[in-house]
């Protein structure tokens, strides 16, 4: 026996020695790439999910084939494979619904299988796209509508939902913290897209898998991926990037690099941007344009007059981002992965406060955001280990520090107010992944999660720079804390038909100390305490004829965070916003179902939803110690508060189409129709126009253009939301002389010329008409004509 055992050692010992497993990658996005064929004569072998495959015995062959439906075939030979670190690159020509899966419900599921609407893009995307920042990113999809009350921001709206509402995700953490407010929020620039992997936006209530904020979408972003070498070589990859526009005077710089061992992989990014004052267009509504400004000429302030009044003076600020990740892979079975990221403004003008006029005279002297700092320490180790519990389990922990800060002056006054927060957020997960048969999955998890809130306030005088206390923003020490259980269950009924479930619960308590130095509240002390169950349900159904039907119903919910109960700010002019001890949870009630037909060079999707939102918390009319106005900030401002005292509905439909013809030739278009009202018929604030976008694409190895019109619907002054009515020096008249939204369209057009593999030139002029316009609630008027020259490559 043991001479057997020694005799099948040594036999087998040369084969493991001489074994050589090559990956398949794919080109544009570095994800491995399941069941390739790799066929030389009679032999055939085939890829598994890591893109793995042990191919000792082509040794020598001159003549091996990389066949994949959705990739150019590759003719290879062995030795080629061995010169390239056996790493293979494939190109798509294609991009099959059966070969997509997304990670945006945390686990990975196929795209077909999914019933809600997804938005998807990959590095590819992003690459074409060539964004400032990620609120441009998501804005050039055609699918998301952004506002921007400054050039330094970007609030996504998705189906009437916006700010706090909708969840910002990265690498599997929630980035939305206690102080995130129901206003437009701008920390999705907190995120460098140049260091993005891939982006999923679920349209639609979240809240089974991801908790309290998700009831509009969620943003999913994946951070770029520290890849493993898969032979005893170290595999080095570097990618760079070099970006000027005029509209702005960007000057944007960025590298990453990668490292990878057979079990040990880093990858290092950095990005830097200065951003100059924006440029407006110059044919459109003149009430738009920026005819003076505030500056301190020898101490004094004085109102300038623009030398061109298209120039949004006092709009300019710029952009630090690092990220550092680590990962160890000891084995099959194990998997750990560490991350660090940074991201760091510079000082961010709020532009539309600083355009506010107080009787025909420019109110603020200086409006701004002082640095925003987020700092976010993450790791996951995930074992894949088969058992009666589960087949994968991973468990994520992950720790933020995230600090803001707002700074204001009114004209020719001598003090500086200013306000600090800071906010340190910690985040446990623990995931599971159970194939129960061949046609069930179970995934079921846990989440802690554990906000403390860190504000103070003072005045500063600009000419000796001695301070006092004043009144901070929110309640200092407040804390902010939920736990979470949660499952879903996703079924193959049959080759067709795919169902899936999920509930959670949630409990979430807030804590908090009101100062009275300041303000004589009726109440010192806010406790709340709340309990929520989510759930959902939904079919996704595909014909043998490419037709693919989906419904899905879900429930979501959002608790109220300290920026709800606890803060005093003034929500506009004249009007100022006090805490509500006696807040609940909101809860949305979802249905959505979408149709779409694939062919071989068309794909149609239409899709309708509709929300009810009961127990909105909206700003309604409230009282201070039996008063319904105070003096706040000099001024006599009525008194508001966050209520849950209304209703809403919400509606709309989403139509897509993709057109490839003459080989390489593409047509893309979006159009999203949104209606919100609430219970007495007014208008909703986040309820987008009605928009879309219109590409026209030519595209082969080494050329790539896109002539593309971006368009917007008007919103009348009948169907402007009362809060942003109140903002008339946002908007343009009409001729009643009310506040309205006006439509309008650009034409654009970016292309990339690919010389080397380390070097492509990419070129574009956005809103080549040069039209002046203000999108939607924003408080910024949208870039004019802009010329954009990147190089970038790989190494």
């Not at 990670?103 to 809600?116: C, H, I, K, M, T």
């Not at 795919?498 to 303000?519: C, E, H, M, P, W």
């Not at 809403?648 to 189409?657: D, F, V």
């Not at 003459?662 to 209606?675: D, P, Q, S």
């Amino acid at each position: 026996m043991n001479t057997k055992i020694l005799l099948i050692f040594v036999l087998g010992l040369p084969i493991n020695l001489l074994a050589q497993t090559i990956q398949i990658l794919d080109f544009e996005t570095n994800k491995p790439i399941e069941y390739v064929t790799i066929s030389s004569s009679e032999e055939f072998l085939f890829t598994d999910k890591n893109g793995e495959v042990d191919i000792s015995e082509l040794k020598k062959k001159n003549h091996i084939e990389l066949i994949h439906t959705s990739y150019k075939k590759k003719i290879v030979t062995y030795k080629e494979i061995e010169d390239s670190n056996n790493i293979i690159y494939l190109t798509q020509i294609c991009k099959s619904i059966n070969n997509i899966t997304v990670g945006a419900n945390r686990w990975e599921q196929n795209l077909s299988e999914v019933p809600v609407k997804i938005t998807f893009l990959d590095v590819k995307n992003i690459s074409k796209n060539n964004p400032q920042t990620t609120a441009d990113l998501l804005g050039g999809s055609g699918e998301i509508f952004i506002q921007k009350s400054q050039m330094g921001g970007g609030s996504p709206m998705i189906r009437g939902f916006a700010a706090n509402r909708i969840l910002i995700v990265v690498d599997g953490v929630r980035m939305n913290n206690a102080i995130y407010r129901s206003g437009n929020l701008q920390n999705v620039i907190s995120i460098d897209p140049n260091s993005l992997q891939q982006a999923e936006i679920i349209l639609g209530p979240g809240s089974v898998i991801y908790g309290s904020d998700a009831i509009g979408g969620v943003m999913d972003f994946h951070t770029k991926i520290a890849q493993l070498s898969t032979s005893k070589k170290l595999r080095f990859t570097a990618n760079y990037l070099i970006r000027n526009s005029t509209v702005n005077n960007e000057k944007t710089g960025h590298i990453d690099f990668c490292f990878g061992l057979k079990k040990i992989a880093s990858i290092t990014s950095f990005t830097y941007s200065d951003f100059g004052d924006l440029k407006m267009g110059n044919t459109g509504n003149e009430d738009y344009t920026r005819p003076e400004y505030v500056s301190i000429i020898d101490g004094k302030d004085s109102i300038i007059q623009n030398s061109n009044s298209n120039i949004q003076k006092s709009s300019a600020y710029k952009q630090f981002n690092v990220l550092q990740k680590f990962r160890f892979k000891p084995n099959k079975f194990w998997n750990v992965n560490y991350s660090f990221h940074y991201s760091e403004s510079g000082n961010v003008p709020r532009y539309d406060r600083l355009t506010q006029y107080k009787k025909d005279i420019l109110k603020y002297a200086e409006w701004y955001y002082g640095p925003q700092k987020w700092i976010m320490n993450n790791i996951s180790i995930e074992n894949k280990n088969e058992n009666l519990f589960y087949d994968v389990i991973k468990l994520t922990v992950a720790y933020q520090d995230y600090s803001e800060s707002r700074h204001d002056r009114k004209l020719n006054k001598e003090q500086i107010r200013k306000r600090y927060e800071n906010v340190k957020l910690a985040t446990a997960n623990i995931d599971f992944d159970k194939k129960i048969n061949q046609r069930t999955n179970l995934f079921y998890g846990v989440e802690a999660v554990h906000n403390t809130v860190y504000s103070d306030g003072v005045l500063m005088d600009i000419n000796t720079n001695e301070t006092e206390t004043y009144a901070s923003r929110y309640p200092d020490g407040s804390t902010y804390a939920s736990g979470s259980v949660y499952s879903q269950l996703k079924c193959n009924a049959t080759k067709k038909l795919t169902l899936n479930s999920g509930i959670r619960y949630n409990y979430v308590q807030l804590k908090a100390t009101l100062d009275t130095s300041f303000y004589q509240f009726p109440f010192t002390e806010i406790e709340n305490e709340t309990g929520a169950i989510s759930g959902s349900v939904g079919i996704a159904y595909n014909t043998e004829k490419n037709w693919q039907f989906n419904i899905n119903l879900s429930t979501g919910f959002r608790a109220p965070n300290i920026d709800d109960v606890g803060k005093v700010f003034d929500s506009e002019p004249g009007n100022v916003v006090v805490p509500n001890p006696d807040l609940k949870p909101e809860y949305v009630y979802s249905t959505e179902f979408s149709v779409t037909k694939r062919l071989e060079n068309v794909f149609l999707e239409a899709v309708i939803f509709y929300s009810f939102l009961d127990n909105a918390m909206v700003r309604g009319d409230f009282d201070f110690n039996q008063q319904d106005s105070i003096m706040y900030d000099e001024t006599l401002s009525k008194v508001e508060a966050l209520v849950n005292t209304d209703e809403a509905i919400i509606y709309g439909g989403q139509l897509s189409a993709k057109i490839n013809f003459l080989e390489f030739f593409k047509i893309k278009t979006n159009y999203t129709y949104t209606k919100g009202y609430d219970k007495e018929k007014k208008p909703l604030r986040h309820v987008s126009p009605n928009f879309g976008a219109t590409h026209l694409y030519f595209e082969n190895k080494k050329f790539y253009f896109d002539l593309y019109s971006q368009y917007n619907s008007e919103i009348s002054f009948e169907n402007l939301a009362g809060d942003e009515a109140d903002k008339p020096h946002l908007y343009a008249k009409d001729n009643n002389d009310n506040p309205y939204s006006p439509w309008w369209w650009t034409v654009n057009y970016k292309m990339s010329i690919k010389i080397k593999k380390y070097l492509n030139i990419n070129f574009g002029i956005e809103n080549i008409l040069n039209h002046r316009y203000r999108p939607y609630s924003s408080g910024i008027v949208a870039p004019g004509r802009n010329f954009i020259f990147t190089i970038s490559g790989k190494i």
